[in-house]
């Protein structure tokens, strides 16, 4: 039966050790790191992840501001808030919720937030940094994915390593995050599944990471016995939250396993304030 990596643990852990920089700082200097979230219009589940990240930066203390933008702001308004926000010294990150209006390029949006003050480390700068291994500001999820597996204390070095989801936002970053450890890594993606070929790939995994948003789609028997299977995916069955693995199936097979929900995302969370305190040491001449 496998271990349960619990994300709720670990996000609890690493929230104590960034409580313990924060008040390090402030005796130090005199201020604390201060984020600015900008969400525009109303949804209920970007609501939800807010007040989750409201909480976390209290829990640490952090100063986090809630900037509500009506429905149909225009791009060229939302790109000059981004701008004043880069101008304002007292704020250390900008992060810009998705989803967003329809109307909203995000991607073109979020390359004008400030390299040193992007929170979610998606600016297209930082994406080449963190290729080159010179950015301390990561994306969240990835970032989330790769606590786990360092709690673990596994050797990363020559382990295979499967992902399944070549996005973006989680798949392509963690590949690089990965490869940074000198773990071998296959990315899969639905053309991957079109041939046939995904079980082939996860059953040589020794570290697995699942992020499409289909639920269950890894069955047991597609898990290497004693593999870590990190999943990331959040999906809604019958009222009921499950991931992209079959969880019942993996536990028999896996030696550490990430449940959902309480796995990934409560780190990703505290994930988003570590980048937070990262910017704002930046910011400050506090590193290197």
């Not at 050797?155 to 450890?181: F, H, Y």
Request: aromatic fraction near 4%.
């Amino acid at each position: 039966m496998a271990e349960i990596l619990d994300g709720r643990k670990l996000a609890r852990d690493i929230q104590h050790r960034l409580k313990d920089e924060v008040v390090q700082y402030k005796n130090q200097i005199g201020r604390i790191p201060r984020m600015v979230n900008i969400m525009i219009g109303d949804d209920h589940g970007t609501c939800a992840y807010a007040r989750s990240q409201q909480k976390a930066a209290d829990s640490i203390g952090i100063s986090y501001d809630l900037k509500l933008l009506p429905e149909g702001i225009s791009q060229e308004d939302l790109i000059q808030l981004v701008q004043d926000l880069n101008n304002d010294e007292s704020v250390n990150g900008i992060l810009i919720h998705r989803p967003v209006p329809e109307h909203i390029d995000y991607p073109a949006v979020a390359n004008f937030v400030n390299i040193n003050k992007d929170l979610e480390g998606i600016n297209i700068i930082n994406i080449g940094k963190m290729m080159l291994g010179e950015t301390h500001l990561m994306p969240c999820t990835p970032a989330a994915v790769m606590e786990h597996i360092f709690s673990t204390q596994i050797d990363l070095k020559g382990k295979e390593v499967v992902i399944v989801g070549s996005s973006a936002i989680v798949g392509k970053p963690l590949c690089l995050l990965l490869l940074k450890q000198m773990a071998t890594v296959s990315v899969c993606h639905i053309e991957t599944s079109r041939a046939g070929l995904l079980p082939d790939y996860t059953k040589r995994a020794d570290i697995l990471i699942v992020a499409v948003g289909k639920a269950r789609l890894i069955k047991g028997d597609w898990i290497k016995e004693g593999a870590i299977v990190v999943d990331v995916g959040i999906n809604q069955v019958d009222n009921k939250i499950v991931g992209d693995v079959d969880f019942e199936e993996a536990q028999n097979r896996a030696s550490y396993i990430t449940p959902v929900p309480g796995g990934v995302g409560p780190v990703t969370v505290v994930m988003l304030m570590r980048n937070g305190l990262e910017a704002f040491k930046k910011q400050n001449n506090l590193v290197n």
